[in-house]
Nanobody, 129 residues
Framework: QVQLVESGGGLVQPGGSLRLSCTAN????????IGWFRQAPGKGREAVSC????????YYTDSVKGRFTASSDNGENAVTLQMNNLVPEDTGVYYC??????????????????????WGPGTQVTVSS
């Protein structure tokens, strides 16, 4: 059974950094489309980034461009999300999810999350002074 687990969340001051990691049991993450999503209190789920790193395909939502970077850690079969210059609006529960590659772009897959079939339990990120 495919299982994803997120880690690396925590409390950080505005301007700080966190590095989230998404690890998998059951398949090689690097070959799949990996999505990072977040849900703030009282709000719906929002796509943050979707990547398929084996082909270099990346998508970031506008609010995190230039601050967040997804990369692979093949040694650990993980996809990481480096988050820099964090702001309070980045607060929320962050989830990673996996989808099989398709003819859709990673941007389109991020917008239509129905392709993602394996979700982690989430990790809390709180940006506050």
């Amino acid at each position: 059974q495919v299982q994803l687990v997120e880690s690396g969340g925590g409390l950080v001051q505005p301007g700080g950094s966190l590095r989230l990691s998404c690890t998998a049991n059951g398949f090689r993450l690097n070959y799949y489309v990996i999505g990072w999503f977040r849900q703030a209190p009282g709000k719906g789920r929002e796509a943050v980034s979707c990547v398929r790193l084996v082909v270099g395909a990346t998508y970031y939502t506008d609010s995190v461009k230039g601050r967040f970077t997804a990369s692979s850690d093949n040694g650990e079969n993980a996809v990481t999300l480096q988050m820099n210059n964090l702001v309070p609006e980045d607060t929320g529960v962050y989830y990673c999810a996996a989808a099989a590659p398709s003819i859709s772009t990673v941007q389109d897959m991020c917008r239509d999350t129905s392709d993602f079939y394996s979700w982690g339990p989430g990790t809390q990120v709180t940006v506050s002074s």
